[in-house]
């Protein structure tokens, strides 16, 4: 047998376990009903490092019936554009639900911005040493009319860092496995100019923001596990 061969049982037989645990188990117990409540607006500090809120920049508005179904997934969201000292810019938005499972999973970046009139050139995933651990991240670029807009994000479910969908499954067989419901929360920045200079700021950005942070909060935002 060869390695992807190997490789494809492990994953078939990973979904029969998550699909037939899904029957077999009901999980009832929010963990956001056991830890202290996330307030994303004192969570995420106004400044930090050499970054602070820029309250010129407003981002993009979402129409109407998007914000029905964000309002529907997510029991928070916070969406705020800093600026450093060299005048770079970076849009940060966070959505937490307190409850991830199949009914209110997060709405992925991929999917959200051609649905508000984006083109999606590049989605890559890669991984990000964030200084606290390594984790894996989505790296996508979308396009409307001149406006380029490269994106860095990931997803959280409970304390893991979930991307694909046999990741996000075995989490969340492991909570339900204790008859937990866990939470979860989609973390992205972008910016706008050509995707080589966008990324390495994405990171600084990313890395002082974590530093700035109490174990905690940092926690919340990238998990506990790391690759």
Avoid at 31 to 50: R, W, Y
Avoid at 128 to 138: A, E, L, S
Avoid at 172 to 183: A, E, H, I, M, R
Wanted: hydrophobic share 40%; net charge positive; glycine share 8%.
């Amino acid at each position: 047998m060869t390695v992807a061969s190997f490789r494809s049982l492990l994953i078939g037989l990973a979904l029969i376990v998550a699909f037939w645990g899904g029957f077999a188990l009901k999980p009832t117990k929010h963990i956001a009903d056991t830890g202290p409540k996330v307030n994303l607006e004192s969570m995420i500090p106004q400044d930090f490092a050499d970054w602070k809120v820029d309250d010129q920049v407003v981002p993009i508005q979402v129409d109407p019936q998007r914000i029905a179904v964000l309002n529907r997934i997510y029991n928070q969201t916070l969406s705020r554009t800093y600026i450093n000292a060299h005048g770079e810019r970076v849009m940060l938005s966070i959505a937490y639900g307190g409850d991830q499972s199949d009914s209110m999973q997060v709405h992925k970046p991929e999917v959200c911005y051609p649905a508000q009139g984006f083109q999606m050139l590049d989605l890559v995933i890669g991984t990000f040493d964030t200084g606290y651990g390594v984790i894996p991240v989505k790296r996508m670029l979308a396009k409307m009319s001149n406006r380029l807009e490269p994106i860095t994000y990931w997803i959280t479910i409970g304390d893991t860092v979930a991307l694909n969908n046999l990741r996000w499954k075995l989490a969340q067989l492991k909570y339900g496995l204790t008859g937990k419901v866990p939470d979860g929360m989609i973390f992205r920045v972008s910016s706008l100019g050509e995707k080589e200079a966008a990324y390495p700021v994405h990171e600084q950005f990313i890395r002082d923001l974590l530093k700035s942070l109490s174990p905690e909060v940092r926690t919340r935002l990238i998990g506990n596990t790391t690759l």
